[in-house]
């Protein structure tokens, strides 16, 4: 079980080791995947998908470290 605290781990990891992070929740069936972000025109390391059972794109966000680690994040 994957909880709400559990993804900052997860987007520390894909940041640091250059790897892709997939987790399907039992409860929903959605499917959230973390992997490395690198677009000039956008800050953030980590691009964070979420799709739903269908496979359809829920949200989609993209994260990075301020200065003092807090993780920020804004749409994509």
């Given amino acids: 079980v994957c909880r709400p605290e559990c993804q900052p781990a997860i987007r520390k990891f894909v940041q640091d080791n250059g790897v892709t992070v997939t987790?399907?929740?039992?409860?929903?069936g959605q499917t959230f995947n973390?992997?490395?972000?690198?677009d000039s025109k956008f800050?953030?390391?980590?691009?964070?998908?979420?799709t739903d059972t269908n496979g359809d794109v829920v949200g989609r966000w993209r994260y990075w470290q301020s200065?003092?680690?807090?993780w920020k994040r804004a749409k994509y």
């Fill in 67 to 70: 200065a003092n680690g807090r």
């Fill in 34 to 38: 973390w992997s490395g972000f690198n």
């Fill in 23 to 28: 987790y399907t929740a039992n409860k929903t």
């Fill in 43 to 50: 800050k953030g390391t980590v691009l964070q998908t979420i």
